[in-house]
């Protein structure tokens, strides 16, 4: 039986408007040079040229006096002691300005989206249900980081998006959890780290601090090191060593579309990657909005993960174990069995289940699919959080075939025991079309999370790794077809 599948049509594209504002780093030896440059600058010299700068920038940004001042923040340990105290406020904001660069949040992709629904559901008519997608933003430098869209699903399954936000912005990040400094003190034995670098980092600290605040001590502690692969080396080491969860907070008047997840520690510096949203209810019916993601250092990848109730206050934690390791992971929905429960692929290769009794921690992995079909035979992997249904745990999987094509399809799992695989589609449920083929990466459908609506199953989907679009099918039809499909042992 051929599964109707039918494509909305809509495309989300990167929008090249969408700019926050970031700190402009150029060096310890050039940043003095600049600072000293600005120190010598008359008063009435600075005054205008700040206006200026403000007259060109403040309508792109809500609170841009408050971002040159964080930014001067980052840099005042450069000045010369005695000028510090005598700095006038325009001379602040300007040296603020210099350290301050704009980034294209999309310049390169707006992909790889997960969809849940929204927990405020007021202006929704009988069938309809808001919605929060979330997006792979990529820029400059392949940097991604998580954005969203608030939107509303009609009863015949058409998304309605609001309308993009004329501002974005980060939030503020705060650290909780904080480290404690005599475990760090015997961490750092462990370093290459010179003896005199490590007494002035230890007589710095207080006896706990956050991954922000030891950051911050490393830019002055290291200067004395001239090699800057030596340095960079180190702050890599010591800075692996420190605890990097953190929360983000929003302000409540801000719209969804505002919002940007952006590389906040050392671990996820070169990227956020393909968060996986689930709404997670839990044994007592209580709920909250649950994502894994990929960090990207440049070198190494961590699975994360973000908790959030509201999409205006995150907490953003590294998941711990043996098997927290590589891409893909997504959670189910809810417990099963009393347990956490999360797809993985743990070897690149195929599909795992593991269990666990804490959400941060997971020890074990046990094998649940490997490529079969041709489409597959690369490799298969989830295409988000697992949908409950009466037939069984619905999976989205995605599989890699010639010429690194990717295509997603479909599985079904027993609800009491998700380790038994009911049934598995033998074709691709969904291919690139012509028309999806071009982009970052040519040859590619792919998705973070899908959900049911209305009878349909609702799949947001990345185009070949660079725009998003979008897709039904009728979930009777998908279900009958998985149920007639086995998997053949």
């Known amino acids: 039986m051929a599964i109707t599948v039918n494509r909305t049509g809509i495309r989300l594209n990167p929008d090249l408007s969408r700019v926050i504002p970031r700190f402009f780093n150029i060096g310890e030896a050039r940043s003095r040079a600049l600072i000293q440059k600005v120190l010598e600058m008359p008063e009435s010299a600075a005054a205008q040229l700040l206006q200026c700068v403000m007259e060109e920038f403040c309508a792109r940004y809500r609170d841009i006096e408050i971002i040159f001042y964080k930014h001067f923040q980052l840099i005042q340990y450069l000045l010369p002691e005695a000028e510090l105290p005598q700095l006038s406020r325009e001379k602040k904001m300007l040296m603020g300005s210099y350290f301050t660069m704009e980034y294209s949040l999309e310049a390169a992709a707006l992909f790889n989206p997960s969809i849940v629904e929204d927990p405020d559901q007021s202006g929704t008519a009988p069938g309809e249900k808001n919605v929060v997608i979330s997006l792979r933003a990529t820029g400059e430098g392949h940097i991604s980081s998580v954005v969203f869209k608030r939107g509303k699903l009609t009863k015949d399954a058409w998304l309605q998006i609001e309308p993009s936000a004329n501002f974005s912005g980060e939030g503020a990040i705060t650290q909780v959890i904080r480290n404690k400094k005599d475990v760090f003190g015997e961490l750092l034995l462990q370093t290459a780290l010179p003896e005199d670098i490590r007494t002035y980092i230890l007589s710095t600290l207080k006896d706990s601090f956050t991954y922000k605040e030891i ?186 075939g010639p010429m690194r094509k990717y295509c997603l399809g479909a599985s079904l799992f027993k609800l009491d025991d998700p380790t038994q695989e009911i049934g598995r589609l033998k074709e691709p449920l969904l291919l690139p079309a012509e028309d999806e083929r071009k982009g970052y990466v040519p040859n590619v459908v792919y998705t973070c999370g899908a959900m049911i609506h209305e009878g349909l199953l609702f799949i947001p989907y990345a185009v070949s790794d660079y725009a998003t679009s979008f897709a039904t099918v009728p979930l009777d039809m998908l279900l009958n077809e998985l149920l007639l499909s086995p998997v053949e042992l």
């Open 215 to 400: 950051e911050i001590l490393l830019r002055s502690a290291l200067l004395s090191i001239d090699s800057a692969t030596e340095r960079n080396k180190l702050r890599y080491d010591i800075l692996s060593m420190v605890n990097t969860s953190y929360e983000i907070n929003f302000p409540a008047h801000s719209r969804l579309a505002e919002q940007v997840i952006f590389p906040a520690t050392f671990t996820e510096k070169n990227g956020i990657e393909d968060a996986r949203f689930v709404k997670f209810v839990d044994d007592d019916g209580s709920f909250l909005y649950l994502a894994t993601y990929t960090a990207y250092d440049g070198t190494y990848i961590l699975p994360h993960l973000i908790t959030t109730k509201d999409f205006l206050h995150f907490k953003i934690s590294p998941l711990h174990g043996k098997m927290a390791v590589n891409k893909n992971l997504a959670l189910f929905p809810r417990k099963v069995n009393g347990q956490y429960v999360m797809l993985s692929r743990i070897d690149g290769i195929s599909n795992y289940i593991m269990f666990s009794d804490d959400l941060y921690l997971w020890e074990t992995a046990s094998l649940l699919q490997q490529p079969k079909y041709p489409w597959e035979f690369v490799q298969i992997g989830n295409g988000g959080s697992p949908i409950e249904t009466e037939a069984g745990w619905l999976i989205i999987t995605h599989g890699v």
